[in-house]
Every structure is written in structure tokens, then in C-alpha cells.
């Protein structure tokens, strides 16, 4: 895995349903419109029986393809769907040389992990933490990107996520807000100063709510705001 020109950036959350979607599509659509050129890789993708999955929401805000390398169809972790469906998945760290291939052909590569930072993307336990030690032991660039939610509750979940992260010796790059409410309360504006403050991570970008339902258009054309 050497001779790589891009990096990979990680994206994870603190739980699901923080907005790791949107912020996936918002990051690929700022470096696409720095003039980068861009991948989005999806290792596991679950849910994918109706159709409505994180890839093709990725695919409807930005036109840019997304690998999709194991799918499985019900919406659960990855380690249990598999066990439902009674089938093998690969380990996760066998996905890197795939991934750092894609490094070699674009500027970025965004991976999009599922859920939180330690579910089992495999049935042997491996996270995207072991992705990375992969990805990193055959000298591509790589970081992470932890999404996380607004309001109540998400210091401690954040704070957990950065501990995990560098308790395998891995520096968070940067914080997203995955959806910042069209009414902040009290504690939603103080995360703003507290995220940052009790994780030593930078908050780059608070995603609005709702950004998802927005066209192809209106988000290429709103979502540099949401870096200011």
C-alpha cells in the first residue's frame, strides 16, 4: 500500500443518528468545490432491503459515486447482521488496500463508518480503529472526523469517542455538529465553546437540521456556510 498521493479521512460518530451522512456529503462537497477530487467509501453498509441507505443519500446531495464494499440488508451493526443472514464478512482491515488504491486516483478519500467508533463492522470484532492501524501501517495519511449531536448529553459522548480514538494513539483531526437546531437552547450554544474546550478538538462545521432533505442544488450552494 505505498506510493499514495491522497489521504483518508475517517468520518465516525458518537452514536447513530448524529447526522455522519450529511456530514460525509458536506465534507466531500467543500474538498470537491476546493477543487479536490473526491471518494466516498462506505466498508459495510447495512439496511440496504428498502433502498434508502446512507450511500445513496451521499450519491443524492453530491453526485459523487460511493463505494459501497459489503452490504447487508438488514438495518442493524454489521457484526449482527451478518449473524442473521448467516453469511461471511471480511475482517475490516482487509478493506485498506482497496481504500488506499482509491488514494492513488483522488485527492480525498472519505470513509464512513457505521453508527458509533467501536461497532463491530465485522463478526470478529474489528472496528474502524483497526481499519485505520491498517490503513496507517501501509503509510497512507489518515484521520478522523468525529460527528457529533448539539444538545444535552453530547460532551460526555464526545469526550468518550476522543478517548477511544487516542487510546490506540490516534489524534482526532476535527468535530462536526451533524445537526445544529434552527432554535438552539442553552445547552446547544454552550456546546459550541464546550466541545472544543473539553476535547482539545477544533469544531470545524454545525450542519442545520434538515440539510438532507435539501436538493443537490441548495446544498452544494448552502454548505460552505457551515464551515463559518
Given at each position: 500500500?505505498?506510493?499514495?498521493?491522497?489521504?483518508?479521512?475517517?468520518?465516525?460518530?458518537?452514536?447513530?443518528?448524529?447526522?455522519?451522512?450529511?456530514?460525509?456529503?458536506?465534507?466531500?462537497?467543500?474538498?470537491?468545490?476546493?477543487?479536490?477530487?473526491?471518494?466516498?467509501?462506505?466498508?459495510?453498509?447495512?439496511?440496504?432491503?428498502?433502498?434508502?441507505?446512507?450511500?445513496?443519500?451521499?450519491?443524492?446531495?453530491?453526485?459523487?459515486?460511493?463505494?459501497?464494499?459489503?452490504?447487508?440488508?438488514?438495518?442493524?451493526?454489521?457484526?449482527?447482521?451478518?449473524?442473521?443472514?448467516?453469511?461471511?464478512?471480511?475482517?475490516?482491515?482487509a478493506y485498506?488496500?482497496?481504500?488506499?488504491?482509491?488514494?492513488?486516483?483522488?485527492?480525498?478519500?472519505?470513509?464512513?463508518?457505521?453508527?458509533?467508533?467501536?461497532?463491530?463492522?465485522?463478526?470478529?470484532?474489528?472496528?474502524?480503529?483497526?481499519?485505520?492501524?491498517?490503513?496507517?501501517?501501509?503509510?497512507?495519511?489518515?484521520?478522523?472526523?468525529?460527528?457529533?449531536?448539539?444538545?444535552?448529553?453530547?460532551?460526555?459522548?464526545?469526550?468518550?469517542t476522543v478517548?477511544?480514538?487516542?487510546?490506540?494513539?490516534?489524534?482526532?483531526?476535527?468535530?462536526?455538529?451533524?445537526?445544529?437546531?434552527?432554535?438552539?437552547?442553552?445547552?446547544?450554544?454552550?456546546?459550541?465553546?464546550?466541545?472544543?474546550?473539553?476535547t482539545g478538538?477544533?469544531?470545524?462545521?454545525?450542519?442545520?437540521?434538515?440539510?438532507?432533505?435539501?436538493?443537490?442544488?441548495?446544498?452544494?450552494?448552502?454548505?460552505?456556510?457551515?464551515?463559518?
Amino acid at each position: 500500500m505505498s506510493g499514495t498521493s491522497g489521504r483518508v479521512v475517517i468520518v465516525t460518530g458518537t452514536n447513530t443518528g448524529v447526522g455522519k451522512t450529511v456530514a460525509t456529503a458536506t465534507l466531500a462537497a467543500r474538498a470537491r468545490t476546493n477543487g479536490e477530487k473526491v471518494a466516498v467509501v462506505k466498508p459495510v453498509q447495512t439496511g440496504t432491503a428498502d433502498g434508502d441507505c446512507d450511500a445513496a443519500e451521499i450519491r443524492r446531495l453530491t453526485g459523487i459515486e460511493v463505494h459501497e464494499l459489503t452490504t447487508l440488508e438488514e438495518p442493524l451493526a454489521p457484526d449482527t447482521a451478518a449473524r442473521r443472514a448467516g453469511v461471511e464478512i471480511p475482517p475490516v482491515a482487509a478493506y485498506a488496500p482497496t481504500i488506499s488504491t482509491l488514494t492513488s486516483e483522488n485527492d480525498l478519500v472519505l470513509v464512513e463508518g457505521a453508527g458509533g467508533l467501536l461497532v463491530r463492522l465485522d463478526t470478529d470484532g474489528g472496528t474502524l480503529l483497526d481499519l485505520a492501524d491498517a490503513l496507517l501501517a501501509g503509510g497512507v495519511p489518515t484521520s478522523f472526523v468525529v460527528v457529533t449531536a448539539a444538545g444535552l448529553g453530547t460532551l460526555n459522548h464526545t469526550e468518550l469517542t476522543v478517548a477511544a480514538l487516542r487510546g490506540r494513539g490516534i489524534e482526532p483531526g476535527a468535530l462536526v455538529i451533524g445537526s445544529w437546531p434552527s432554535e438552539p437552547g442553552l445547552a446547544e450554544t454552550c456546546s459550541l465553546d464546550d466541545l472544543p474546550r473539553v476535547t482539545g478538538v477544533p469544531l470545524i462545521a454545525s450542519i442545520p437540521a434538515g440539510a438532507g432533505s435539501l436538493t443537490r442544488e441548495e446544498f452544494t450552494e448552502q454548505s460552505p456556510i457551515w464551515f463559518e
